[in-house]
């Protein structure tokens, strides 16, 4: 079980079950830390989905300014952005039906985590899903 209470086998299995994650924060922007997380979760077989302001196409998928602009489910919601408008993502993937709301290292907000559980999603905080699949051997 990681820091953050997930057991190992649930991030295990949302690596390797293919989903549609949504990235919010993903941009062209090759210097992100998202761009090359979004390119990794892609090369394990999973459809990415970038969520930017500018909704711009990345890894060769079209970009949307919003979750609730997403014309299909998303599986998983990756958060990429500052803690500050964390709960505001997390509210939105609650809404859009996302199954979980993955938050990025250093994203954190206890109370939009809370309410994520509530509505029954699976809730990763602080950890990084290329730094999860690379210790698991994966990709």
Known sequence: ?????????????????PARWAV???STNRSRPAYGVAA???????????VHPRAETVHGAAGYRRLAEVP???????????SARAGAVVDEAVAVGARVVWLQLG???PAAEER???????VVVDRCPAIEGRARGLG
């Open 107 to 109: 994203v954190r907000d």
């Open 40 to 50: 990794y979760v892609q090369s394990l077989g999973h459809t990415v989905v970038p």
């Open 72 to 82: 299909d489910p998303v599986d998983v919601v990756d958060v990429f952005v500052n």
């Open 1 to 17: 079980m990681g820091t953050d209470g997930t057991p190992d086998q649930v991030i295990t299995d949302l690596l390797t079950t």
């Open 116 to 122: 994520a559980r509530a509505a029954g999603l699976v």
């Open 24 to 26: 919010v924060g993903l």
